[in-house]
């Protein structure tokens, strides 16, 4: 029998600013964004190459509402961080994440995982991915100055924890 779509609403990123909300953004919150476009980046690659690979229907559905989600956070980020001028803008542009993130090695994995295995290769590599996302942005949540920052790293918290906690039930 067909499971019930397990897609939960994944709450979107928008690029108004809440009322009272300062736009402003310090040098942590650029710091942030900057680490949050790469690691987005990085997952919508994880995403790309997962819909190239994933069986499970499941699977593909929440996957697919994660592109849909980062790509409008991505766009948000990368927003703000023109808005906040050059240098955070240049500070985002030269922010090497490869120093603390298991992408490029997940992806290795999921290319070369068997077929029969893939679903499950990208059930780990995402998880791992997004934890380390959550864990991001409960760090913001705790030193950024700018609300409209710390409210999108709430939010990012709690889409890649949900989501975390549903791969594990696909798994």
């Known amino acids: 029998p067909p499971a019930a779509d397990p897609s939960p609403p994944v709450p979107s990123a ?5 009322a009272g909300a300062d736009a402003t953004v310090s040098g942590i919150d650029a710091l942030f964004l900057a680490m949050m476009v ?3 980046e990085q997952t919508l690659e994880i995403v790309r190459l997962g819909l190239d690979r994933a069986t499970d229907p499941r699977i593909r559905t929440l996957i697919a509402a994660v592109r849909a989600t980062e790509t409008d956070e991505l766009a948000t ?11 955070a803008a240049a500070a985002a542009a030269r922010h090497d994440h490869s120093g603390h993130s298991e992408a490029a090695a997940g992806l290795a994995r999921l290319r070369a995982a ?20 959550a864990d ?7 030193a950024g100055t700018s609300e409209r920052v710390r409210d ?4 990012i918290d709690r889409s890649r924890t949900a989501e975390v906690d549903l791969m594990a039930g696909l798994g």
Do not use: I, N
Request: charged share 25%; glycine share 4%.
């Open 14 to 18: 928008t690029t108004s600013v809440p």
């Open 38 to 40: 790469a690691h987005t």
């Open 77 to 87: 980020m990368r927003g703000w961080l023109r808005e906040a001028g050059p240098s």
């Open 152 to 155: 999108l790293a709430r939010r």
């Open 136 to 142: 991001l942005a409960r760090a913001q949540v705790a």
């Open 114 to 133: 068997a077929p029969a295995d893939a679903d499950r290769v990208l059930l780990d590599v995402l998880s791992r991915h997004q934890r380390t996302a």
